[in-house]
């Protein structure tokens, strides 16, 4: 089983709309948990920090269910500038702080 | 705002050959990481660094591979013999603290041929 799962997309999403999408991970152990984005040939960049209690940044909702080691992101009132791949990234600090990533899901916001 | 900066951004070089990629963490940063990324592949991390001392690496992360902090300021990847597989992005970050987020520079492309 992968570390970190996700369904690799892509959503194909018209502007103003919602869309969402959730990774699984593997590792119950693992302590803290992130969506970052990736532009094209760009490095991934921190979008939001997932809490169990569920957290929201805008038009950005995060939730954790620790119990099913599900994570899931969803964008509201979609942008053109969303269209992105997003990444599911688990840390575990016993492992040294080592993030690790999810193949991504993308995200094609069209007019 | 502070960034993670690397250099050189793009290295071509000859399979063999040994290559040092550089990174400037962010300045109050103590932990620093080395990930790559294949073309079409997932990010991978590679090793994290603290206290002048490798806390974790992965199975890529062989004898091949080193990381050095030389001074106040650079963190260096070296692949000593580089490989046709190296061909990769290779991703400096940084962060103030274990449970921080790390932040991640633009990234150094290397094609080995």
């Known amino acids: 089983r992968k570390e970190v799962e996700q369904d690799p997309g892509p959503f194909n999403v018209p502007e103003g709309a919602t869309v969402a999408f959730n990774c699984t991970y593997s590792?119950?152990?693992?302590?803290?948990f992130f969506w970052y984005r990736q532009d094209c040939r760009k490095e991934p960049k921190l979008l939001m920090s997932?809490?169990?209690s569920g957290n929201e940044d805008g038009r950005f909702t995060a939730q954790l269910n620790r119990a099913s080691q599900y994570i899931s992101l969803l964008i509201r009132d979609s942008k053109l500038s969303d269209s992105a791949t997003y990444l599911c990234?688990?840390?575990?600090?016993?492992?040294?702080?080592?993030?690790?990533f999810g193949g991504g899901t993308r995200v094609l916001v069209k007019p | 705002e502070p960034e993670v900066t690397q250099t050189p951004s793009h290295q071509v070089t000859q399979m063999g050959q040994e290559v040092i990629l550089r990174c400037v963490p962010i300045?109050?940063?103590?932990?620093f990481y080395w990930y790559r990324q294949i073309l079409g592949q997932k990010v991978e991390f590679l090793v994290s660094?603290?206290?002048?001392?490798?806390?974790?690496k992965s199975e890529i992360f062989d004898d091949q591979f080193s990381v050095e902090r030389p001074d106040g300021s650079n963190f260096t990847l070296k692949i000593r013999s580089t490989k046709l597989e190296d061909s990769a992005m290779y991703f400096c970050?940084?962060?103030?603290?274990?449970?921080?987020?790390?932040?991640f520079g633009p990234g150094t492309r290397l094609l080995v041929l």
């Open positions: 660094f603290y206290n002048n001392e490798i806390s974790e």
């Open positions: 970050a940084s962060s103030e603290s274990q449970e921080e987020t790390q932040y």
């Open positions: 990234v688990v840390n575990s600090w016993a492992a040294g702080n080592k993030l690790t």
């Open positions: 590792n119950s152990a693992s302590q803290s």
């Open positions: 997932v809490y169990s």
């Open positions: 300045s109050n940063h103590l932990y």
